[in-house]
């Protein structure tokens, strides 16, 4: 590893918002490619992140904080990879269901499924069934992750899955869920793919998924 | 007959001095004034702007006077009625009154038979409300979970109306929106006989929940106005989440958490002044680890203590919350969180204490649970109740009459007062070893277990009346008929 890749890896564990983007535009001016810098600096960095949170040596504060320094690096380098035409590992369209206003744990997958290399589209919160059938028309993921907090909105994800695959799309995605009142139990219930509990799993869940582990 | 002679009734528990609550005070009407809620219905903004408030799109800022008086409005004190006249199922909120229920909610139950967790179904309810009404030291009831097998709409009418025959306790509800208020309403009004009787005698009271931080979402206003008119009595509780969803700080969480109830406060007292109103809550920390919110650790005691107070210094009977545990079995862990929360509620006096029974991090909804929490009430109500100091209970002459060496078991003063003086166990076992050795060695579990079977299959709550009935019959027909 180079020192840029090392200080990156540093910069992304302390959730360092203003070196990471100076380090990655540092790196650009010196001739580095921009898909190399995602995948051995910030990558790598946001990876070791997720194996410290497993290990319980990293809590969601430090976690939030390190996604949102590899978000600050990332903001740099996207540009840049659209134009080179660089593939991404996969791309995910994200979003909390109908009636339910939460999306702290939602930001926080999308923002480390993009510390893995993935293409996040976040539809935001209080997402309609249909808005989510539209996604994947426009975007073609390949996987959809929905959020719940609320034990009241949990169905939505039932009635999103039905819409689906009335839209003849069920077997274009990977369904992963999550969010506090799901569990692995409903997500087999209602026919989801894979649950995760936490970001970390959801990142892992949707690497598996691509084919990426 | 004493002079200048203070009695203690009741052990006294306080936390925060006089100051320290004027400052939490301040920063809630500092909250209001400066900062502001999201209030996302219409007409409530304008009821809130002709109140007085600053209405600036969305965010409607409450001057602190506006507040002041919607405060004063509100009453301390108020009964809630059982539906059969039942005076010792009546329940009376006001100082130093402290009582216990369930909640409602939990996706998943506790099969009562196999002792399985699983999905929570609308034949649950009945089961819910019978244990409720036997066990002692509870006082209200909730469903314990949320239906999952009927329309999603429908859940909170399912729910209620398998509560209201099986039990005369009063009910806490938790309708969804204006429809299954209507037909939960109507259930009630029928029972009572009248909307005017209803409103004399209320027999159950309405939960709603805003959205932490600082949204009060249109559901939740939409709930407020319905019982507002109607004069049913209101519960206005977010469930904001320390670190996640509110400050990090229990004086932070109690702050904002308020200043949440007080906006739904201002707009009820402007409907119909004088509208019992309850503020409170499942105020709890999230776990760094899982993300998840404890329903067992400590800080939900201290914090919902914390806000009791506050409510009480400001004039508010509280929605307070106890008896659960991250535990997803009857076990020590759920011993412990559940006890310890319900003693302090006991103890920081919160007029309605509910989520008793909740467990696997409110999860899942136990009976089981719920009676082992009725025995750590009882107990608790026992410590509470304090130490009487009077002429008799000081038992000097009997001191003196039994002397050195003699015994009280014979004495008329130990007969008189060893069955209220002394909590009797009904699951916690004091036997000696080989009687508990030679009765089978049950544990507490089993001890539960019993009970509740027990309960389930020999009491008897006080019908209806069979009008009542027809009512929910065409209630819950015109509803299904209505999500057709």
């Given at each position: 590893m180079s020192t840029l890749y090392e200080e990156l890896f540093t910069a992304i564990l302390e959730g360092n918002n203003e070196i990471t983007p100076r380090l990655v535009q540092k790196g650009l001016d010196e001739g580095w490619v921009p898909k190399d810098i995602l995948d051995h600096g910030l990558v790598v960095g946001m990876n070791e992140v997720g194996a410290r949170f497993k290990a319980g040596d990293m809590y969601v504060p430090e976690v939030l904080m390190s996604a949102e320094a590899m978000q600050a690096g990332l903001k740099i380098l996207r540009p840049l990879l659209v134009s080179s035409g660089a593939q991404l590992i996969g791309k995910i369209v994200l979003g909390t269901v109908k009636g339910d206003l939460h999306d702290i744990g939602k930001n926080l997958v999308g923002m480390m499924c993009e510390g893995a290399g993935f293409e996040v589209i976040d539809l935001g919160f209080n997402v309609e069934p249909e808005r989510f059938v539209e996604a994947i028309k426009q975007h073609q993921p390949q996987i959809v992750g929905m959020s719940a907090l609320l034990t009241t909105t949990m169905r939505a994800m039932a009635h999103t899955i039905k819409a689906i695959e009335e839209a003849g799309l069920r077997d274009k995605v990977k369904i992963m869920v999550g969010g506090a009142s799901v569990d692995a139990e409903f997500s087999r219930r209602i026919g989801a793919d894979g649950y995760g509990s936490n970001a970390p799993a959801g990142v892992d869940l949707a690497k598996r998924f691509v084919g990426a582990v | 007959m004493r002079t200048n002679y203070r009695v203690n009734s009741g052990v006294h528990f306080h936390m925060l001095s006089e100051d320290q609550l004027e400052e939490l005070f301040w920063g809630v009407l500092q909250t209001l004034e400066q900062t502001g809620l999201e209030v996302q219905h219409d007409q409530a903004r304008d009821i809130l702007k002709k109140a007085g408030a600053w209405v600036d799109g969305l965010r409607v800022r409450v001057p602190s006077y506006l507040v002041r008086r919607s405060l004063a409005l509100a009453p301390r004190s108020f009964t809630l009625f059982a539906r059969d006249g039942n005076p010792k199922h009546n329940l009376h909120i006001g100082p130093g009154r402290a009582h216990f229920g369930p909640g409602p909610t939990c996706p998943n139950f506790i099969d009562v038979e196999s002792l399985e967790r699983r999905p929570y179904v609308k034949n649950d309810v009945p089961l819910v409300a019978e244990v409720v009404d036997a066990l002692p030291n509870i006082d209200f009831c909730e469903p314990l979970g949320a239906v999952s097998d009927v329309h999603p709409a429908l859940g909170a009418l399912y729910e209620f109306s398998g509560m209201f025959p099986n039990t005369s306790k009063p009910i806490a509800a938790w309708p969804h929106n204006k429809f299954d208020s209507a037909g939960i309403h109507q259930i009630a009004v029928a029972e009572a006989g009248s909307q005017a009787a209803f409103e004399q005698r209320p027999t159950y009271i309405y939960g709603c929940e805003p959205l932490s931080p600082l949204v009060s979402t249109f559901e939740a206003l939409d709930k407020l106005i319905f019982a507002a008119e109607r004069r049913v009595p209101l519960i206005f509780a977010p469930c904001p989440t320390a670190g996640g969803t509110a400050p990090v700080t229990p004086a932070g969480i109690i702050i904002q958490g308020a200043a949440e109830a007080w906006l739904g406060l201002t707009i009820a007292q402007a409907i119909q002044p004088g509208l019992p109103f309850i503020m409170g809550g499942v105020f709890t920390v999230m776990d760094m680890d899982s993300m998840s919110r404890a329903y067992g650790a400590p800080e939900l005691s201290l914090i919902m203590a914390g806000l009791t107070e506050l409510a009480h210094y400001a004039g508010l009977p509280m929605w307070q919350t106890g008896g659960c545990t991250d535990s997803k079995m009857l076990d020590g862990q759920a011993m412990i969180e559940g006890s310890l929360s319900c003693f302090f509620s006991a103890l920081a006096g919160g007029d309605l204490t509910h989520?008793?029974?909740?467990t696997d991090s409110a999860m899942t909804g136990s009976v089981f649970q719920l009676a082992a929490m009725d025995e750590a009430i009882g107990y608790s109500r026992r410590i509470t109740r304090g130490i009487e100091v009077n002429e008799d209970t000081l038992a000097v002459d009997v001191i003196h009459h039994v002397g050195p060496n003699g015994h009280y078991l014979r004495e008329k003063h130990t007969r008189r007062h060893y069955k209220t003086e002394f909590w009797r166990p009904n699951l916690c076992d004091r036997r000696n070893f080989e009687e508990w050795d030679a009765m089978g060695r049950t544990t507490m579990k089993d001890r539960t277990v019993a009970r509740v079977q027990d309960i389930l299959a020999s009491h008897q709550p006080s019908p209806i009346k069979p009008e009542t009935q027809a009512v929910i019959h065409q209630v819950l027909a015109e509803a299904e008929e209505r999500v057709r």
């Open positions: - | 989520a008793v029974g909740y």
